[in-house]
């Protein structure tokens, strides 16, 4: 039973246009992370997210993504112009804090045209 | 470079074969092992392990991890049309928290 809830399920949005994926959590993780699969190929990690904060990030995480959590228990990736490549399946996935398990939410399917 | 391999990429069986999908890493200050069923849509989290030589079982699944020549298997008896699906091993280590995700095995059972 995935812990948290992501939407939207799946957005088709165009080149250049800017995308936010929400992420709700069900229980109260401190500990989120970002992961991304392109159609066909490896779960990519994208960032982790810590008490609010930025834990680590890929090289994948560039300045065209964001993470924020704006009102304090909904998480956000926010992609600000949006390239052809960024079309794949964005998974949020919490961590308990005393576990090394993570947990994938549904995904959001982003496909960019 | 790959941190996580796993082999086959693919595999086709018959109902009711048995099958051992492996995952070698190369990841330093390894933390956990985890295995993944994926679908159509999310991966589903089947077991983690973090010993050596300390079998994890889930009815016709088990897993089991050597922390000395740096893989895990999981086999999967008896299997099942329901079986069919991508099988994903992650490790976590180095530095950080992140988890390192191999391509997968893409599993088929034939009825």
């Known amino acids: 039973e995935p812990e948290v809830t992501q939407t939207p399920s799946h957005q088709v949005t165009q080149m250049g246009q800017e995308v936010i994926l929400r992420c709700v959590p069900i229980s109260n993780h401190l500990y989120f992370y970002w992961y991304r699969q392109i159609l066909g190929q490896k779960v990519e990690f994208l960032v982790s997210f810590y008490n609010n904060e930025i834990s680590e990030k890929s090289e994948i995480f560039d300045d065209q993504f964001s993470v924020e959590r704006p009102d304090g228990s909904n998480f956000t990736l926010k992609i600000r112009s949006t390239k052809l490549e960024d079309s794949a399946m964005y998974f949020c996935a919490p961590k308990p804090i005393s576990g090394n398990t993570i947990y994938f939410g549904e995904g959001s399917w982003l496909t960019v045209v | 470079e790959d941190k996580v391999v796993q082999s086959p990429l693919s595999l086709v069986v018959h109902e009711g074969d048995t099958v051992t999908l492996n995952c070698s890493y190369e990841?330093?200050?390894?933390?956990?092992l985890l295995w993944y069923k994926q679908e159509k849509k999310a991966p589903t989290f089947l077991f983690m392990l973090t010993s050596s030589g300390i079998e994890k079982k889930s009815g016709r699944l088990s897993s089991i991890l050597d922390k000395k020549e740096l893989f895990s298997i999981l086999n999967i008896t008896a299997t099942q049309t329901g079986d069919s699906a991508v099988y994903l091993c992650a490790v976590g280590g180095d530095t950080g928290n992140q988890f390192y995700f191999g391509t997968g095995t893409s599993l088929t059972v034939i009825p």
């Open positions: 990841v330093t200050n390894f933390r956990s």
